[in-house]
């Protein structure tokens, strides 16, 4: 049987697995789940933990499975593709029954009072966490849920180097790769000279933010907010003009699976791994 041939693939079963801890990371920050709710989830920060919206939930599963290979290796990275958006009220709040729930609107600013930090307009999204940023700046993967630890478990420490010392922030370049403490978050370097290494982030659901990153302040008293969260930031580089990432095929998970019956599913990741003969370890 298909499903049972699928799940044959060493690679592939782990693969799966990270795949399911990001739908998991999802639903941690989003409060809404990956698959059709039977509990609550904890929202991030004090966030609402389910959609703080009165309309009825869409039970339909919102998410499915992205693969990307790395090319010239046996490496399949499995992410996870999400479909829902925020709605007005889970942006701008709203109030019932004598209750007022905070947008995340709210939530953001008060976040980022402090730290220098700057947002982009418009760039909120739960399509996309910071790694799926990162990704997709530097090899064009689109909006994704990668999250950070298995971006730098799979991507950066196989494939890159540590710029940065003990001392110093080393020869930063941009597209480089900020990975804050034990790989809580990751973010962009997009510009660097002699007096400024200036990054975009977008932790999580949040917009994308921008930040002179010589200019945070490190350790317990610099009250930075990422630095507070997930550690002190190193730099990283992986070079994409020598590390190509590239989609398993551009048919895997391109439409909603809720329409999709769940067979015919797991039938075109098959089909589309069958596609790489000359991948090692990845025959079905």
Same mark, same amino acid.
């Given at each position: 049987?298909?499903?049972?041939?699928?799940?044959?693939?060493?690679?592939?079963?782990?693969?799966?697995?990270?795949?399911?801890?990001?739908?998991?990371?999802?639903?941690?920050?989003?409060?809404?789940?990956?698959?059709?709710?039977?509990?609550?989830?904890?929202?991030?920060?004090?966030?609402?933990?389910?959609?703080?919206?009165?309309?009825?939930?869409?039970?339909?599963?919102?998410?499915?499975?992205?693969?990307?290979?790395?090319?010239?290796?046996?490496?399949?990275?499995?992410?996870?593709?999400?479909?829902?958006?925020?709605?007005?009220?889970?942006?701008?709040?709203?109030?019932?029954?004598?209750?007022?729930?905070?947008?995340?609107?709210?939530?953001?600013?008060?976040?980022?009072?402090?730290?220098?930090?700057?947002?982009?307009?418009?760039?909120?999204?739960?399509?996309?966490?910071?790694?799926?940023?990162?990704?997709?700046?530097?090899?064009?993967?689109?909006?994704?849920?990668?999250?950070?630890?298995?971006?730098?478990?799979?991507?950066?420490?196989?494939?890159?180097?540590?710029?940065?010392?003990?001392?110093?922030?080393?020869?930063?370049?941009?597209?480089?790769?900020?990975?804050?403490?034990?790989?809580?978050?990751?973010?962009?370097?997009?510009?660097?000279?002699?007096?400024?290494?200036?990054?975009? %982030?977008?932790? #999580?659901?949040?917009? =994308? @933010? &921008?930040? /002179?990153?010589?200019? $945070? +302040?490190?350790? !317990?008293?610099? *009250?930075?907010?990422?630095? %507070?969260?997930? #550690?002190?930031?190193? =730099? @990283? &580089?992986? /070079?994409?003009?020598? $590390? +190509?990432?590239? !989609?398993?095929? *551009?048919?895997?998970?391109?439409?909603?699976?809720?329409?999709?019956?769940?067979?015919?599913?797991?039938?075109?990741? $098959?089909?589309?791994?069958?596609?790489?003969?000359?991948?090692?370890?990845?025959?079905?």
């Amino acid at each position: 049987m298909l499903a049972t041939a699928y799940a044959r693939t060493p690679e592939e079963q782990a693969a799966n697995t990270r795949y399911h801890q990001a739908d998991a990371a999802y639903s941690r920050a989003t409060g809404r789940p990956a698959t059709p709710p039977t509990s609550s989830a904890d929202g991030p920060s004090g966030g609402p933990t389910s959609s703080p919206t009165p309309a009825a939930q869409n039970t339909l599963r919102p998410s499915c499975r992205k693969h990307f290979r790395i090319d010239g290796t046996d490496q399949v990275l499995a992410v996870a593709k999400h479909f829902h958006e925020f709605t007005s009220d889970e942006l701008d709040g709203f109030a019932s029954g004598g209750r007022y729930t905070k947008g995340w609107k709210e939530q953001w600013m008060r976040k980022y009072e402090r730290g220098g930090y700057e947002e982009v307009p418009g760039t909120y999204t739960k399509k996309q966490d910071c790694a799926g940023y990162v990704m997709d700046q530097l090899w064009r993967t689109g909006q994704t849920f990668v999250t950070a630890r298995y971006l730098y478990d799979e991507v950066i420490v196989k494939h890159g180097q540590k710029i940065s010392g003990t001392f110093g922030w080393g020869d930063v370049q941009p597209n480089d790769i900020v990975v804050w403490g034990e790989a809580g978050h990751v973010a962009i370097v997009k510009r660097a000279d002699s007096n400024s290494i200036m990054i975009e %982030t977008k932790d #999580g659901i949040e917009p =994308i @933010y &921008r930040n /002179d990153l010589k200019k $945070v +302040k490190l350790g !317990p008293l610099g *009250n930075d907010p990422l630095v %507070t969260a997930y #550690g002190t930031p190193h =730099i @990283y &580089r992986v /070079d994409p003009r020598r $590390v +190509k990432i590239t !989609p398993v095929s *551009n048919q895997d998970c391109d439409q909603n699976p809720a329409q999709e019956n769940p067979d015919a599913q797991v039938a075109r990741v $098959v089909a589309a791994l069958q596609s790489l003969p000359q991948c090692p370890g990845m025959q079905l």
